[in-house]
């Protein structure tokens, strides 16, 4: 079974950078899309970026123009490159794998039990 684990956040000011990580771990991993997701305290669960099978990859408008996502298949990890971070994007983010299909089709309103789930990685950007 996949399982997923982040790192690599903490704390920058704004304008900052951090890349983040998602080790992926358990056969089969490459039918699955992957995506990253973000959530702050209180507002809801926010789609950043996918990548299907291909290597497509779709962004949310947030992250358009400043994360960028990619995969390493060899290491099986999972990327989300974070530039130009503002206050706003302070959150715990969450990476996530499922069927291509569900990642398309839930891009705002994907909810762990869709798929594979991390626990999360908090990002806090101050100004």
């Known amino acids: 079974q996949v399982q997923l684990a982040e790192s690599g956040g903490g704390s920058v000011q704004s304008g900052g950078s951090l890349s983040l990580s998602c080790a992926i771990s358990?056969?089969?991993?490459?039918?699955?899309?992957m995506g990253w997701y973000r959530q702050a305290p209180g507002q809801a669960r926010e789609g950043l970026a996918s990548?299907?099978?291909?290597?497509?990859?779709n962004y949310g408008d947030s992250a358009k123009g400043r994360f960028t996502i990619s995969l390493d298949n060899p290491k099986a990890i999972l990327y989300l490159q974070m530039n130009d971070l503002k206050p706003e994007d302070s959150a715990m983010y969450h990476c996530?794998?499922?069927?291509?299909?569900?990642?398309?089709?839930?891009?705002?309103?994907?909810?762990?039990?869709?798929?594979?789930w991390g626990q999360g990685t908090q990002v806090t950007v101050s100004t």
């Open positions: 358990g056969f089969g991993y490459g039918s699955y899309c």
């Open positions: 990548l299907d099978t291909d290597g497509h990859k």
């Open positions: 996530a794998a499922a069927a291509c299909y569900i990642i398309d089709k839930t891009f705002d309103t994907y909810k762990p039990e869709f798929g594979r």
